[in-house]
């Protein structure tokens, strides 16, 4: 009797359950290769003990929660999770770095991106946590396998926490010139907060900061003589600034006196030097509050990626 139920449960998935099951995962229209959804890539994860091997649907959620603040519109949340997928990818296609030779990624937002684990991040958020955690997972799901792509490969994928009015060229932040991540503008305002910045030192302290890193450098008594000569690039940061007597770069200046970014002005009396800074972040492609604020005008998640990211296309990728 049992056998029998057993052939006529077989017969029956014969019949209709592999018809069912291949009706689960349509294959995209024109596509031969197999798409990869996020439950189907696995990358290697560097914790900063030892190397984890995660599937991308398990590992996004926890990027998207460490890089965007969960109460932003479910667009530019959409946007995030495919900024940072496409990240991945990237690191994934051009090899990992020299502080994890194998893994793809590590969770220092320092070196690749952050990563909050689900417990940590609903600790955080109270009563709001279940909420929260289905707006990133809708992000990431509603994302499934996207990725932005130039020339058919995945994109490096920059991306900041707010700019001042425009986005920065790569080039002027980092030695290479990408064709998609080029200086547009970006809404965000005021709204941002921290948006203006002061950093002030006493002068002492300012000279001793920047002659630890350029011994060459030499400061008379006259203040108005500090920092001269102010250039600044196409999307109004500083290119380079002489101070005290030495031509650096506004990145590097950034850098040396821990400013929010290089988007700045200095003024210098006898007895402190002030920094006035706009913004957040290096200013390369997607702002993450510029997002929020398109987001907030009603554009989706593509149209947000195709503002911030110049000529990509969005679509999946088989590694
Ligand atoms: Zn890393």
């Keep these: 009797m049992k056998d029998a139920f057993a052939a006529a449960m077989v017969l029956l998935l014969l019949l209709f359950g592999i ?3 291949g009706l689960e995962r349509p294959e995209t229209e024109g596509e031969t290769e197999t798409v990869p959804t996020d439950e189907q890539v696995t990358l290697t994860v560097w914790d900063g003990t030892e190397n984890r091997e995660i599937t991308m649907a398990e590992y996004l959620p926890g990027v998207v929660r460490g890089e965007m603040p969960a109460t932003f519109e479910l667009e530019a949340l959409k946007a995030q999770a495919v900024t940072a997928r496409t990240y991945i990818y990237y690191k994934m296609t051009t090899g990992g770095k020299a502080s994890h030779p194998d893994a793809d990624v590590c969770m220092d937002p320092g070196c690749c991106s952050a990563y909050t684990p689900a417990d940590k991040a609903a600790a955080k958020w109270g009563d709001k946590a279940e909420e929260n955690e289905g707006r990133i997972q809708q992000a990431v799901r509603g994302t499934d396998g996207q990725v932005m792509l130039y020339g058919g490969e995945p994109i490096f994928a920059a991306f900041h926490s707010s700019s001042d009015g425009v986005t920065a060229n790569s080039g002027d932040v980092w030695v290479k010139d990408l064709p998609y991540l080029v200086s547009v503008e970006s809404p965000e305002g005021e709204e ?16 001793e900061t920047f002659t630890k890193r350029y011994p060459e450098a030499g400061f008379g008594d006259d203040p108005a003589a500090w920092v001269q000569d102010v250039q600044l690039n196409g999307s ?3 290119e380079t600034v002489s ?3 030495v031509r650096v770069e ?6 040396v006196f821990g400013l929010r970014s290089a988007s700045f002005t200095v003024a210098c ?5 002030t920094f006035r800074v706009t913004g957040y972040g290096h200013g390369v492609g997607m702002s993450q ?3 929020n604020a398109l987001a907030k005008e009603g554009k989706t998640w593509q149209e947000i990626l195709h503002w911030y990211y110049t000529d990509v296309t969005l679509g999946t990728y088989a590694p």
């Design 236 to 238: 109004g940061r500083v």
């Design 19 to 21: 018809p069912f099951l």
């Design 250 to 255: 506004g990145t590097d200046v950034r850098s």
């Design 269 to 273: 009396s006898e007895q402190e030097v």
């Design 289 to 291: 509050y510029g997002a």
């Design 243 to 245: 101070i005290g007597g």
């Design 192 to 207: 941002v907060p921290n948006y203006y910045s002061v950093k002030t030192m006493p002068a002492a302290e300012f000279q």
